[in-house]
């Protein structure tokens, strides 16, 4: 079974999705976590680094490795957020992390987090949630999370925000039928609690 959690950054979607994989014994994956990785060889080695998405070599799990180099820490920084928001635009990039995605998922049960997971990736996820909150939620759990200012989170975020959704290939957008559920007020376990009854539902 695969679950797809989408959202915009901030809406909670990491921690809701590690969690609802652990309560249900299903492997997570962050989609994002591979943008991310794109982004940083595109800061490193420039755009053309972008153009052979498809030849890295990214491993996800209790760490994130890109051809062999662990990167966990270095991929959540500002920079590199900037730059996976850029490479994502890119359609050939898209098209080769959406095929990564598609292998990984092909056999087993995932909750698999991202922007398209229920738009493009696994348009037929048995379960499909849109995680969203206020932007000024959003900004204050990534400014708790980053240690930094919540106005200057909130400007990145509005920006972050315009660029993933008015872009031109596969912009964040609910995907039909999914249950779109605001995290602003909610506990984590509330949420995954939602998550797990979907699951439920969805075995009858
Ligand atoms: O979820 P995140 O902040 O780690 O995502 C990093 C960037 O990658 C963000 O700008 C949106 C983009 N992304 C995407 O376009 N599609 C996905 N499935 C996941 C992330």
């Known amino acids: ?6 959202g915009p950054a901030g809406a909670g979607k990491s921690t809701v999705a590690r969690a609802a994989a652990r309560a249900l014994g299903f492997t997570y994956l962050d ?6 990785a794109v982004g940083l060889m595109a800061r490193r080695h420039g755009g053309a680094a972008s153009e052979r998405a498809d030849e890295l070599d990214i491993r996800l799990g209790d760490r994130v490795l890109v051809n062999g180099e662990d990167v966990t820490e270095t991929i959540r920084s500002p920079e590199v957020s900037e730059a996976a928001s850029k490479v994502a635009t890119n359609p050939r990039v898209r098209e ?3 095929q990564k995605q598609r292998e990984l998922m092909s056999s087993g049960d ?22 969203t909150a206020s932007p ?4 204050r759990r990534r400014a708790a999370e ?3 200012d919540v106005d200057m989170v909130l ?8 660029q993933d959704m008015e872009r031109e290939h596969s912009p964040l957008t609910a995907a039909p039928g999914a249950v779109e559920l605001d995290t602003s007020g909610l ?3 509330d949420v995954v609690d939602r998550i797990v009854d979907l699951v439920e539902g969805a075995r009858r």
């Open 31 to 36: 989609s994002g976590a591979m943008y991310r």
């Open 1 to 6: 079974m695969v679950v797809a959690i989408d």
């Open 146 to 148: 980053l240690g930094t």
């Open 187 to 189: 506990s984590v376990d």
């Open 136 to 139: 000024e939620e959003r900004a």
């Open 96 to 98: 080769a992390l959406v």
């Open 155 to 162: 400007r990145d975020q509005t920006l972050r925000d315009a």
């Open 110 to 131: 995932w909750v698999a987090e991202g922007r398209d997971i229920g738009t493009v990736v696994a348009p037929d996820a048995e379960v499909k949630v849109f995680l």
